[in-house]
């Protein structure tokens, strides 16, 4: 467990910089380069991200049950997950979709979180999609009080990005629900 919470602190503390401490990120950026800043921001994300899909498969070992969620909240997840993937694609693809869900990327991330939360009840689940919805949650408030928040590079606006980020989005989510989710994490969403 502790390698989960460790990957999360990192992963999660480096996507958080922004909203607790603008301060550090400006004066980071300021002695170091906005380069070296991407390569240690992308370093540590990266070091957490490992960290908390092996701390994740770790802790699925020794499960600590907190609830027992019933079977059909299984369905309402999958339900739940169907704009996840097209909204992922859309923060990067300018369109309507962005345009209408404003940081798109968030909202993703909250649906994906919230979904998780419903269908899974262990510690482990909880520390990880509960800790990703609060994130989530935490930079979305905190990006209606910045005065310049910092947008992702994205392709150009374009009237076909939206046609492009739902079908691509639906065929990265039929494919999870059909084979892909059982194949990287063991559970099938529909068993």
């Given at each position: ?146 005065s310049t928040p910092q947008a992702p590079p994205t392709a150009p606006p374009g009237r076909w990005n939206d046609a ?28």
């Open positions: 467990m502790s390698l989960l919470i460790v990957g999360l602190v990192l992963f999660l503390g480096v996507h958080s910089v922004a909203i607790f401490a603008p301060a550090l990120r400006a004066g980071t950026i300021h002695a170091l380069g906005e380069g070296a800043w991407k390569g240690l921001y992308a370093l540590v994300s990266l070091v957490g991200f490992v960290l908390i899909g092996y701390g994740f498969g770790l802790a699925r070992q020794t499960p600590v049950i907190l609830y027992s969620p019933p079977s059909w909240l299984r369905y309402v997840a999958v339900i739940l997950m169907l704009p996840v993937f097209p909204l992922v694609l859309a923060a990067y693809l300018p369109g309507r979709i962005k345009t209408a869900a404003k940081h798109p990327m968030l909202a993703a991330v909250k649906l994906w979180a919230f979904a998780h939360l419903l269908a899974n009840g262990m510690l482990a689940d909880v520390l990880l999609f509960g800790g990703f919805l609060a994130w989530a949650v935490a930079d979305r408030i905190s990006l209606k009080r910045r492009i980020a739902v079908v691509l989005g639906l065929a990265i989510y039929a494919l999870l629900i059909v084979s892909g989710h059982a194949r990287l994490f063991g559970v099938s969403p529909l068993a």
